[in-house]
């Protein structure tokens, strides 16, 4: 359903103050061919009634010819910014970028941010904007959880369905995503409210099984049957089940490059105001998907490159996939029980 500007704006006030924008500051906005135009248009009234300097970037599109789907993230990596020195210099040299168009997995991003940079990115649609509007809370809480994540060795996953996969942990940095930049050198995502990390290298073993109604992105589909996933040493070495474990191998496959079956980040939902059912109602060239990502008590984990979190996979494949139901483990403690939020995780 829509939402009036008004109410967008409003959002925007919040989600800038979180960011501690002062005036003066620089912002560029980030755009191209797909942004959302009322998106755009509050983010730019907000930024200025912040007494802050709005700067637009509009870039031409990349990988349309070359990328199987629409989805901003169902090629990455290449982007507008790549080869383009003078729009990275502009967004270096700027406090806040706005991303209202997806850098994600680009050696662009990395630049900037470890110029000292802060990148937002916003991509999901207005209504979904202003129903999971980022909270301090939703900081406490990630953080929180953060620390037990950051204190284990091993990530066990187990469901009903037949899931049983363990990770070591402790190689990667841990992804913090509460919807808002509040330091130098942070990149975040609004909406979310997720917790992840990248298993050690290699040390993906066991067996994932997704069950009816676990979901898959970018295709955006809910499954409809069980699709088997065996891991091993870091990679699925063997995707069974019937014709939609067909489709996902084919898809995989397509990018003639075997990196795109490594394990990537690993983690679990947090957002209470994300739902599990919204996705079914949306155009799949609408939304990226972050209501199932961001759902509090799913086990998400992904497919394809790390170079996000400093290491040196940057295949252009990238493949979420948040289940429902799990249990998930940071060593003998649970932190999710069959899909829902334990104890001091909540």
């Known amino acids: 359903m829509p939402v009036s500007d008004f109410e967008l704006v409003q959002s925007w006030r919040q989600v800038l103050e979180l960011c501690n924008l002062h005036s ?8 191209s061919i797909g942004t959302n135009a009322q ?4 983010a730019l009234l907000a930024v200025q009634e912040k007494g802050a300097i709005a700067n637009r970037l509009d870039l031409q599109p990349t990988n349309g010819g070359t990328s199987l789907s629409r989805d901003p993230l169902a090629y990455v990596g290449t982007t507008p910014l790549t080869g383009n020195r003078a729009a990275v210099e502009m967004l270096k040299a700027s406090d806040l970028v706005l991303d209202l168009m997806t850098l994600l997995f680009s050696a662009e991003q990395h630049e900037i941010l470890d110029a000292g940079g802060r990148i937002l990115l916003v991509v999901e649609p207005p209504d979904v904007l202003v129903r999971m509007t980022p909270t301090a809370e939703d900081r406490t809480r990630v953080l929180k959880n953060s620390a037990r994540l950051k204190a284990a060795k091993v990530m066990k996953v187990t469901s009903a369905a037949g899931t049983d996969a363990t990770f070591a942990l402790g190689e990667y940095p841990i992804l913090e995503e509460y919807g808002f930049v509040d330091k130098p050198g942070r990149w975040d995502h609004w909406p979310s409210g997720f917790l992840a990390t990248w298993a050690n290298e290699g040390s993906a073993e066991g067996k994932i099984v997704l069950a009816p109604g676990d979901i898959l992105l970018p295709q955006k589909s809910y ?3 069980p699709i088997t996933c065996h891991l091993e040493k870091g990679y699925v070495r063997a995707i069974e089940g019937g014709f939609e474990a067909d489709h996902l191998r084919d898809y995989m496959e397509s990018f003639h490059d075997p990196e795109v079956f490594a394990v990537s980040h690993i983690g679990w939902g947090l957002q ?4 599990w059912s919204v ?4 155009d799949r060239e609408a939304s990226i998907g972050m209501d199932p990502r961001a759902c509090a008590g799913n086990f998400l984990w992904s497919t394809g490159p790390n170079n996000e979190a400093g290491g040196d996979r940057d295949t252009a494949c990238h493949i979420d996939i948040p289940m429902r139901d799990c249990t998930v483990m940071l060593d003998d403690e649970a932190v999710v029980q069959n899909g829902k939020l334990v104890g001091e995780s909540k």
């Open 24 to 31: 003066g500051q620089s912002v560029t906005i980030l755009t």
């Open 39 to 42: 998106t755009l248009r509050c």
């Open 279 to 282: 996705m079914g109602f949306y």
């Open 272 to 275: 209470n105001r994300a739902h």
């Open 223 to 225: 499954i409809t049957a």
